[in-house]
C-alpha cells in the first residue's frame, strides 16, 4: 500500500538554527513527493516537490531529496526563522495522480 | 483571488442535522478532490472528481456523505445525520488532469471548512 511516515513533533528550535524533518514512505508504482506547509488558520500551501529519484526539490531555503533507496525525503533548512514556525506535511501522490497520502504533520515553532 | 475557495469556513451543527459545503477550485483545473484533517492528523483522501464524473470514493466516505460536480466546476459536499466523530476540517483541492499536465501534479489546496457537530 501507500503511506508515509513523518517524525513527530513538536519540534522547537532557535532562530538560525539547522532544521531536519525526517520523512519515509511506502508506495506502489513510481510516486511523486511532496512537503506542504500549513501556517495557522490556513490552507495547506505547496513547499517543495520531487517527481523521481535522485530529483532535489527547493524553495524559499528548504530543500529535499528523493532518496529511492532508502524511500526518505526529508526536508532540511540552513537557518530557520520565525516565520517559519507552521506545520509541515509530507505527502506522496500515486503516479496516477488521483491523491495523496499525508503524513501526520510535525509542527515547528522557531523562537527568536 | 483565482485560488481554491471553500464556503463557509466555519460551520456549527447539532448531532443529526444536515449540513452541505461548497467548493470552487481553479477555474482551469478539471479535478477536484475533497479531504478531511482531523486535529494532530494529515488529510485523508474522500473523494475525487475529473470534470463531473466522481471516479474514486475512499472507504472514509459512508453512506452519509454525497459529493457532487454537477457542471464540472464547483462541488458540493452533504453530510446528513451528522455525528460528532464528523467534526473536523473539510479541505478542497483542485489540479489539472495528470494527462494534461504531463504527469501527477501538484494540487492546490482551499482554507478548508472546519465543522464542529455538537
Known amino acids: 500500500g501507500n503511506s508515509v511516515t513523518q517524525m513527530e513533533g513538536p519540534v522547537t528550535l532557535s532562530e538560525e538554527a539547522f532544521l531536519t524533518i525526517n520523512c519515509t514512505y511506502t508506495a506502489t508504482g513510481y510516486p511523486s513527493l511532496f512537503w506542504y506547509v500549513q501556517y495557522p488558520g490556513e490552507g495547506l500551501q505547496l513547499l517543495l516537490k520531487a517527481t523521481k529519484a535522485d530529483d532535489k526539490g527547493s524553495n524559499k531555503g528548504f530543500e529535499a531529496t528523493y532518496r529511492k533507496e532508502t524511500t526518505s525525503f526529508h526536508l532540511e533548512k540552513g537557518s530557520v526563522q520565525v516565520s517559519d514556525s507552521a506545520v509541515y506535511f509530507c505527502a506522496l501522490l500515486r503516479w496516477t495522480g488521483n491523491q495523496f497520502y499525508f503524513g501526520t504533520g510535525t509542527s515547528l515553532t522557531v523562537i527568536p | 483571488d483565482t485560488g481554491v475557495s471553500q464556503d463557509p469556513r466555519h460551520k456549527i451543527t447539532k448531532r443529526g442535522q444536515n449540513v452541505t459545503f461548497r467548493c470552487d477550485p481553479i477555474?482551469?483545473?478539471?479535478?477536484l478532490y475533497w479531504y478531511r484533517q482531523t486535529l494532530g492528523q494529515g488529510p485523508e483522501f474522500l473523494t475525487y472528481?475529473?470534470?463531473?464524473?466522481?471516479?474514486?470514493k475512499s472507504r472514509l466516505l459512508s453512506d452519509r456523505f454525497s459529493a457532487e460536480r454537477p457542471k464540472g466546476s464547483f462541488s458540493t459536499l452533504e453530510i446528513q445525520r451528522t455525528e460528532q466523530g464528523d467534526s473536523a476540517m473539510y479541505l478542497c483541492?483542485?489540479?489539472?488532469?495528470?494527462?494534461?499536465?504531463?504527469?501527477?501534479?501538484?494540487?492546490?489546496f482551499g482554507p478548508g471548512t472546519r465543522l464542529t457537530v455538537t
Open positions: 472528481f475529473q470534470n463531473e464524473a466522481q471516479l474514486e
Open positions: 483541492a483542485s489540479s489539472l488532469d495528470p494527462g494534461l499536465a504531463g504527469g501527477p501534479n501538484e494540487q492546490y
Open positions: 477555474s482551469e483545473h478539471n479535478r
